[in-house]
């Protein structure tokens, strides 16, 4: 029986103390198990320590982004997934979500009940001084606005926790622009546009390993100007969301039964 493919993702800034952690915490075998084979990708976000040189010890594909930022990260991972990957799962290199409990977000998407699963800090376990108060105010506040003004039942819009079936990335990357934080706030906003059905499961969050590169009020700002430059923003008309996929889906059947039809196939089948 082939295997299905899941691309794991990790960008990473100077994360040479907990990479190694993360890697290792992927369930390998379990996913063997249940059929999936395992690529990892970390995104060197040009670190200035040995973070390439470790993950590529643990067995990673390395790839290489010189501008900083995690937006700028992420989409260049997205342009590098190959076109055969049924499943991309993404987490922060800093061993502040745990990689064994991907299959947790995996699973909704493989039985075909959602396109996006995001992992929810607050709907789930938070370990001792994992989350400042205020980062967790203002994660509240976030998801409170996407779920008012864009409908989406999602508990925690700035997760760095993601999985995806290996399509939806393909409708959804040529329409990322940020560069930084705000990169999670606009994937999950135009997802929505896009009309991809997204769904939140409970994860474990923990302490990081090494130290913080978000700015509280600079990137705040920025997370809440992509919210509401989003409000505004649609889909081209070419865009190949999950609409678009679903009609032309459609449009093939369509064509195939008229097909039938007039060269008299249809009428056989029918007597048979």
């Not at 290996?166 to 705000?182: N, T």
């Not at 889906?249 to 039964?257: I, K, Q, T, V, Y």
Request: glycine letters at 8%; proline letters at 3%.
């Amino acid at each position: 029986m082939e295997k299905e493919k899941i691309a794991i993702l990790i960008p990473c800034y100077n994360e040479e103390q907990g990479i190694a952690k993360v890697i290792d915490d992927i369930p390998y075998q379990t996913l063997n198990k249940y059929g999936y084979e395992a690529i990892i990708i970390v995104i060197d976000n040009n670190s200035s320590d040995r973070t390439a040189e470790v993950a590529a010890s643990k067995g990673a594909r390395v790839i290489f982004e010189r501008v900083k930022g995690k937006g700028n990260a992420i989409r260049r991972a997205f342009q590098c997934i190959d076109s055969d990957t049924d499943y991309i799962v993404m987490l922060d290199g800093d061993a502040t979500y745990h990689a064994r409990e991907m299959l947790r977000l995996i699973e909704p998407i493989s039985n075909k009940f959602c396109d996006v699963v995001i992992g929810s800090r607050l709907g789930g376990k938070i370990t001792k001084n994992a989350f400042k108060m205020q980062n967790r105010l203002a994660n509240w506040m976030y998801t409170f606005l996407v779920r008012c003004f864009y409908g989406a039942n999602i508990t925690d819009v700035l997760s760095g926790y993601f999985a995806w079936r290996g399509d939806v990335i393909v409708g959804m990357r040529d329409h990322l622009e940020s560069d930084g934080f705000s990169i999670e706030m606009e994937m999950i906003s135009k997802m929505v546009k896009l009309n991809y059905s997204i769904y939140s499961v409970p994860i474990t969050y923990s302490i990081r390993t090494g130290e913080t590169k978000l700015a509280p009020m600079k990137d705040g700002l920025k997370i809440l100007y992509t919210f509401s430059r989003n409000l505004f923003w649609s889909p081209p008309k070419e865009a190949p969301g999950k609409k678009a996929i679903v009609n032309e889906h459609n449009g093939r059947e369509h064509s195939l039964a008229r097909q039938l039809i007039v060269s008299g196939y249809a009428g056989m089948e029918s007597e048979q």
